[in-house]
């Protein structure tokens, strides 16, 4: 294993390094000596002084690291910490409304969003019928599960990412999603 570059500098400048510290021992001793210990104190300040500033010109200057892009909170996650987050929000919001209405729906709404544009050249807030048909299905495909699209459960799971669809009073008391309607519901945006 080879020691970092920074490292072997100072390992090759061992010797100069000596050379110099003796050097201002010897001024110091010389200094109390003749004028004594304030002047030697002085001596000492002086010769350190005059060594930082030379050592400071033999450092590379700082480079700057490159700057880092914007992170986006809907963005899909990436570190750690934004698994745990990602969670915790998908478990608070199966237990309480406003949690969903505030957190997950939100993000869901955002991927749906994306959905129907890309595959669909629906605007959800512009289209909201158009959304909602494209959501719940009226092609001749079958849905999740094999189910005919406009199938009940897919008019079921537009209730819980509709955009238009206010929070209910007393949210907070009321449970959320259902987990088995969130798998649901994440398995038709994902095939949407």
């Known amino acids: 294993m080879t020691p970092p570059a920074d490292h072997q500098r100072w390992t090759a400048a061992r010797r100069e390094l000596t050379v110099a510290a003796c050097l201002v021992l010897t001024l110091t001793a010389a200094a109390w000596m003749l004028l004594g210990a304030a002047t030697a104190g ?4 002086i010769c350190l002084a005059l060594g930082l500033v030379t050592m400071r010109t033999l450092i590379d200057p700082h480079v700057e690291p490159p700057e880092q892009p914007d992170t986006y909170y809907d963005a899909p996650t990436q570190s750690f910490t934004g698994f745990w987050r990602t969670q915790f929000e998908l478990d608070a919001g199966t237990k309480s409304l406003s949690a969903w209405d505030l957190n997950t729906r939100r993000r ?11 595959r669909h050249g629906i605007s959800l807030l512009a289209e909201p019928d158009a959304a909602r048909r ?9 849905g999740p599960g094999g189910r005919p699209p406009g199938s009940p459960r897919n008019a079921d799971l537009w209730y819980w990412i509709d955009p238009e669809r206010p929070t209910p009073p007393q949210a907070s008391s009321r449970p959320g999603i259902p987990p088995r309607t969130l798998a649901a519901l994440i398995q038709l945006l994902e095939q949407l």
Do not use: D, H, K
């Open 42 to 45: 002085i001596v000492a300040l």
């Open 108 to 118: 869901l709404q955002n991927l749906l969003a994306a959905r129907l544009s890309e």
């Open 134 to 142: 494209a959501f719940i299905g009226t092609s001749g495909s079958t």
